[in-house]
Nanobody, 120 residues
Framework: QVQLVQSGGGLVQAGGSLRLSCAAS????????MGWFRQAPGKEREFVAA????????YYADSVKGRFTISRDNPKKTVYLQMNSLKPEDTAVYYC?????????????WGQGTQVTVSS
C-alpha cells in the first residue's frame, strides 16, 4: 500500500488560487491512477478529479471543471491539484487517493487530508 503525504491548502479569498500537493512513497507510483476528493462539513466525501498513470487522461467533477487542474510528476512521485477561481463552496477537507483500476475508483490508499477554506 502506498503512503501519501499531502501539503498545501489553507485560507484564501473567493476568486483566489491554491495548489495542493500529494507526495507518494514506493516504487510503483508511476503505475497508479491518482485522484482528489473532498469532504465539506456535514456532507459526504465527493470526487473532485483523477489522472491516469501517465497523465494522458484526466477526469473532473462538473463543479470544478474549468477551474481546477490535476497533474502529476512521476519522477517526483507527486500529484498536484491547482485550484483557481475558488468559491466559498469549495471549502472542504481535500484528500488525495492512489491506486485505482479506473479514473473513478475505488482507490486503495488515502492521504491524511488538508483543509481548504475559501472566504467570501
Amino acid at each position: 500500500q502506498v503512503q501519501l503525504v499531502q501539503s498545501g491548502g489553507g485560507l484564501v479569498q473567493a476568486g483566489g488560487s491554491l495548489r495542493l500537493s500529494c507526495a507518494a512513497s514506493g516504487r510503483t507510483f508511476s503505475t497508479y491512477t491518482m485522484g482528489w476528493f473532498r469532504q465539506a462539513p456535514g456532507k459526504e466525501r465527493e470526487f473532485v478529479a483523477a489522472i491516469s498513470w501517465n497523465g494522458g487522461s484526466t477526469y473532473y467533477a462538473d463543479s470544478v471543471k474549468g477551474r481546477f487542474t490535476i497533474s502529476r510528476d512521476n519522477p517526483k512521485k507527486t500529484v498536484y491539484l491547482q485550484m483557481n477561481s475558488l468559491k466559498p463552496e469549495d471549502t472542504a477537507v481535500y484528500y488525495c487517493a492512489a491506486d485505482s483500476p479506473t479514473l473513478l475508483g475505488p482507490f486503495a490508499s488515502w492521504g491524511q487530508g488538508t483543509q481548504v477554506t475559501v472566504s467570501s
